[in-house]
């Protein structure tokens, strides 16, 4: 098992002409993954990889507008799924965006529904909504079935 420390995040700016080969791979099984047709992933969006031995074992795609931070795409090889290091993507997007003078009150990294047009059963791809300050997260109560009436 390896330690959230072993993956180093970088933006995808800063990677070598060898290690963009190795994101470029990723990006593919993660579409074959998904089944899908087409690339799923903004071209405008910014990308963050995780390197193991400067070796590209994982990429999140994100993109900021007035309304909510939304990450297109979080993905990982499959044996490094469990070691946590999905959070600490998640920690690398928000100290990104805060040294880019982007504040957010709070952060809630949901999964993505299919109105997204992503397979609900697909793990992972997530996103991000920005809640005003003061504002809690509201928890419905459990949606009771109503009873059929019957003409």
């Not at 793990?123 to 509201?138: A, D, H, I, T, W």
Request: net charge positive.
């Amino acid at each position: 098992m390896l330690s959230k420390s072993a993956i180093r995040i970088v933006p995808k700016e800063e990677l070598t002409a060898r290690q963009e080969l190795g994101l470029d791979e990723l990006m593919e099984q993660f579409h074959s993954e998904l089944k899908a047709r087409k690339p799923l992933i903004p071209a405008q969006t910014a990308c963050l990889v995780g390197l193991v031995n400067n070796e590209p074992v994982g990429f999140v795609s994100f993109g900021v507008n007035s309304k909510e931070l939304k990450v297109w795409a979080a993905y990982l090889r499959p044996g490094y799924r469990n070691t946590g290091a999905l959070q600490g993507f998640k920690i690398a997007i928000v100290r990104k965006l805060a040294s880019q003078g982007e504040t957010f009150h709070k952060v809630r990294w949901t999964r993505a529904t299919n109105r997204q047009r992503v397979p609900q059963r697909n793990s992972n791809v997530y996103c991000f909504s920005r809640l005003p300050s003061g504002m809690q997260e509201k928890t419905l109560p459990p949606r009771r079935k109503q009873p059929r009436s019957h003409p």
